[in-house]
Structures are given as structure tokens and as C-alpha cells.
Nanobody
Framework: VQLQASGGGLVQAGDSLRLSCAAS????????VAWFRQAPGKEREFVGR????????SYLDSVKGRFTISRDNADNMVFLQMASLKPEDTAIYYC??????????????????WGQGTQVTVSS
């Protein structure tokens, strides 16, 4: 499975931005796709995830109500819609996928495939 994240950019506080993650290869083997982020000097942080099959989602508490993850199975795409962005949302955002029959967690070590990351910068 190959993942390609895109859509990052420089925005102002309060703006919205949509990130995309394109999956290719053995996508039949994907159980869930997650978004992580990593700010300078900080550990990579789970933002949220979506199950490939039923579309169920879960989110980091600090982004609930502001971020929404969705998918388009036909095109093998996952989206992270971010609204009411804050300067503390500034980070490199990564999409990651976990294989079928593997447990879904929130640690980066739970995920098998990673995209290259896209920078999101929110100015105050």
C-alpha cells in the first residue's frame, strides 16, 4: 500500500483546510486510515482515524467538532477537513494505514503504511 498526502498550506487562525490522502496498491488490505501530526520538537500525535469498511471515526479530543475525516472508497481517498484552525494545529500532517486483522490503536507503531507528510501552518 502506498499513501500520498496533499493539501497542506499556510492559513490564518479560524480558516479551514482540507487534506487528502490517496491510497494505491493493495488497498483491499486496508482496515483503517488515520491522520497523525508532528509539530517541531514534539512527538507524532494521533489526530483521528476512519475504518475503511464502515466509515466509523474517532478523534483526538482537542480536534473534536473541528476536524472531520471522510473517505471515498471508490477512489481510494481519505480526507481530513479541518475547520476553525488554531496556531497550535501547526504541524506536518501524515496519513497512515493499518492492515486488516491488525488492532487499531493511536500509537504510530500500530500503523503499517505511511504517507510522506504535508505541512500545515496556521498563523495567528
Amino acid at each position: 500500500v502506498q499513501l500520498q498526502a496533499s493539501g497542506g498550506g499556510l492559513v490564518q487562525a479560524g480558516d479551514s483546510l482540507r487534506l487528502s490522502c490517496a491510497a494505491s496498491g493493495s488497498t483491499w488490505n486496508i482496515y483503517a486510515v488515520a491522520w497523525f501530526r508532528q509539530a517541531p520538537g514534539k512527538e507524532r500525535e494521533f489526530v483521528g482515524r476512519i475504518r475503511w469498511g464502515d466509515g466509523s471515526t474517532s478523534y483526538l479530543d482537542s480536534v473534536k467538532g473541528r476536524f472531520t475525516i471522510s473517505r471515498d472508497n471508490a477512489d481510494n481517498m481519505v480526507f481530513l477537513q479541518m475547520a476553525s484552525l488554531k496556531p497550535e494545529d501547526t504541524a506536518i500532517y501524515y496519513c497512515a494505514a493499518v492492515r486488516r486483522f491488525r488492532p487499531i490503536g493511536t500509537s504510530p507503531s500500530n500503523f503499517d503504511y505511511w504517507g510522506q507528510g504535508t505541512q500545515v501552518t496556521v498563523s495567528s
